[in-house]
């Protein structure tokens, strides 16, 4: 069974930084393609940004490039998302997803999300 | 940016009945292999998004056959054949052809 297991999500002041994490169990980490997904208060989802299974190809949403990187560590079924310069409205629910099999055939990310992890950006 | 729009965007329902939720994309969802890039997704109360449709019209595992997806490379459509008290949620389309990935506004199915 797929787990996905978020931390690191806190209050924290403008400006400032906050990592998360995110260990996964139940497939074979290093075949997949991962995401972040976050959801503020009372709205819909937003794909922030997402690595490849090598870590060689990372995408990003326009309103957190250069203050967020995504990164992986394979050896631990781990990913992460370090938030820089944080602004209220980064305000959300950050999801881990598994998106895309790089060994599947069909090309379909079949994403999984885990349960999430608050972050608020408040003074 | 691919622009996703659902409607309705409030969905009262009687269980037993069918529902019917649309999704429109600003460009076509259609890659070159013939594979529309476009998921169904429910958000149940205090829960994360689960996968309903991949690529269009593929039922996820687990899913119930009541639930059916087609469309065309801009046009996509949700089928509940039957509404039951479980379904109720908010629903979201989303394309996953190039990022950044987008979502829908969501459908909100209430029970009537």
């Known amino acids: 069974e797929v787990h996905l297991v978020e931390s690191g999500g806190d209050l924290v002041q403008p400006g400032g930084s906050l990592r998360l994490s995110c260990t996964a169990s139940g497939f074979t980490f290093s075949n997949h393609w991962m995401s972040w997904v976050r959801q503020a208060p009372g709205k819909g989802p937003e794909w922030v940004a997402n690595?490849?299974?090598?870590?060689?190809?990372?995408y990003y949403v326009d309103s957190v490039k250069g203050r967020f990187t995504i990164s992986r560590d394979n050896a631990k079924n781990s990913q992460y998302l370090q938030m820089n310069s944080l602004r209220a409205e980064d305000t959300a629910v950050y999801y881990c997803?598994?998106?895309?099999?790089?060994?599947?055939?069909?090309?379909?990310?079949?994403?999984?999300w885990g349960q999430g992890t608050l972050v608020t950006v408040s003074s | 940016e691919i622009v996703m729009t659902q409607s309705p965007l409030s969905l009262p329902v009687t269980p037993g009945e069918p529902a019917s939720i649309s999704c429109r994309s600003s460009?076509?969802?259609?890659?070159?292999?013939?594979?529309?890039?476009l998921d169904w997704y429910l958000q149940k109360p205090g829960q994360s998004p689960q996968l309903l449709i991949y690529?269009?019209?593929n039922r996820a595992s687990g899913v119930p056959d009541r639930f059916s997806g087609s469309g065309s490379g801009t046009d996509f459509t949700l089928i509940i054949s039957r509404v039951e008290a479980e379904d109720v949620g908010i629903y979201y389309c989303m394309q996953d052809l190039q990022t950044p990935y987008t979502f829908g506004q969501g459908t909100k199915l209430e029970i009537k």
């Open positions: 690529l269009g019209s």
């Open positions: 690595i490849k299974h090598d870590g060689g190809e990372r």
């Open positions: 997803v598994k998106e895309w099999d790089s060994t599947a055939i069909i090309p379909a990310a079949k994403r999984y």
């Open positions: 460009q076509s969802l259609l890659n070159s292999n013939g594979y529309k890039f």
